[in-house]
């Protein structure tokens, strides 16, 4: 069994910033990729951003140069960094991991509950 715990959403200005963390926990072997997804009201969900296990980044063009993703090996954990939001990042975003079991040596992918970003004009 492997959990997600994510924490760093809230309501914040246009121009603010917000910090959001993912801390992975459980029957896990190995760790591949993390990332961030994003789905607003009416719309599909979609990629925010995603760090592999050597360190390659990935970005939506929307978010490249304001977001930056980053990962904690040690404690298998990845932070999101928002800075300049706009009204258009408002939606509730996902984290998501793939990751080898540990008992199966599957691989394997989970996501996060969702926490709720909104920025105001």
């Known amino acids: 069994q492997v959990q997600l715990v994510e924490s760093g959403g809230g309501l914040v200005q246009a121009g603010g910033s917000l910090r959001l963390s993912c801390a992975a926990s459980?029957?896990?072997?190995?760790?591949?990729?993390m990332g961030w997804y994003r789905q607003a009201p009416g719309k599909q969900r979609e990629l925010v951003a995603a760090?592999?296990?050597?360190?390659?980044?990935n970005y939506a063009d929307s978010v490249k140069g304001r977001f930056t993703i980053s990962r904690d090996n040690a404690k298998n954990t990845v932070y999101l960094q928002m800075n300049s939001l706009k009204p258009e990042d408002t939606a509730v975003y996902y984290c998501?991991?793939?990751?080898?079991?540990?008992?199966?040596?599957?691989?394997?992918?989970?996501w996060g509950q969702g926490t709720q970003v909104t920025v105001s004009s």
């Open positions: 459980g029957s896990i072997f190995r760790v591949n990729a």
């Open positions: 998501n991991l793939d990751y080898v079991d540990s008992r199966a040596r599957d691989v394997m992918t989970k």
């Open positions: 760090i592999g296990s050597g360190g390659t980044t």
